[in-house]
């Protein structure tokens, strides 16, 4: 079956510390994203990546970082740095093409203890 | 900016009624436009995609283009209970990949 896996489901992280959210896809797909949700909001691009070993900061990147080391993975480390984390992170991939539409993983939700 | 604006919401409607959803997008350069379905703590569902001027219908729901006034909407047919959900309209630009701008969704209520 082909899909994206987000893992933890949940997640808390204490003060001071890093912490990275996996994303895994088997869809074969070149791009993959990092979204960030608030409650009420809509999606926030965090970080994308369009190929491997290659990544462009999103519109909200400060506090979080990336590697794309190989095409089916794109984790995304949260640090300590990152003062207002709480939210729930959704991971999406596109095949390149014209028009592709993004598909998401089942999203991580992070909250501070 | 490039933006998507769509009403919050709530828009309840009865069930068996039209349910008509719809965004406004900034950025004339945009070709390609996607409805997703987002159930409370859940993530985004792809629904329905549509490029050209016009409507596409698919099942119960209808997605309906006009770039010249820059309005997306979707339409949901004999609306019913589950269809109660946040739905979030996106906009991107034709090229290799999508780099997508959502709106921040109308959350839909179908009361029995």
């Known amino acids: 079956d082909g899909g994206i896996t987000q893992s933890p489901k949940y997640l808390f992280r204490k003060e001071g510390q890093n912490v990275t959210l996996s994303c895994e896809q088997n869809?074969?797909?070149?791009?993959m994203y990092w979204y960030r949700q608030d409650p009420g909001q809509g999606l926030r691009l965090i970080y994308y990546?369009?190929?491997?070993?290659?990544?462009q900061k999103g519109d909200i990147a400060e506090g979080y970082s990336v590697s794309r080391e190989k095409k089916e993975s794109f984790p995304l480390t949260v640090t300590s740095a990152q003062k207002n984390p709480t939210a729930f992170y959704l991971c999406?991939?596109?095949?390149?093409?014209?028009?592709?539409?993004?598909?998401f993983g089942d999203g991580t939700r992070l909250s501070i203890l | 900016q490039k933006e998507v604006e769509q009403n919050s919401g709530p828009l309840s409607v009865p069930e068996g009624a039209i349910a008509s959803l719809n965004c406004t997008y900034s950025?004339?350069?945009?070709?390609?436009f996607f409805w997703y379905r987002q159930y409370s703590g859940k993530s985004p569902e792809l629904i329905m995609s549509?490029?050209?001027?016009g409507d596409k219908e698919d099942g119960r729901f209808t997605a309906q283009l006009n770039k010249a006034s820059q309005y997306v909407s979707l339409l949901i047919r004999d609306s019913q209970p589950s269809d109660s959900a946040t739905y979030l309209c996106?906009?991107?630009?034709?090229?290799?990949?999508?780099?997508?701008?959502f709106g921040t969704g109308t959350r839909l209520l179908v009361s029995p």
């Open positions: 999406a991939s596109s095949s390149r093409g014209r028009s592709q539409p993004q598909h």
């Open positions: 869809l074969n797909h070149d791009a």
């Open positions: 990546s369009q190929i491997v070993n290659d990544f």
């Open positions: 950025d004339r350069g945009s070709q390609s």
């Open positions: 549509i490029y050209s001027n």
């Open positions: 996106a906009s991107g630009m034709e090229r290799g990949f999508q780099k997508l701008v």
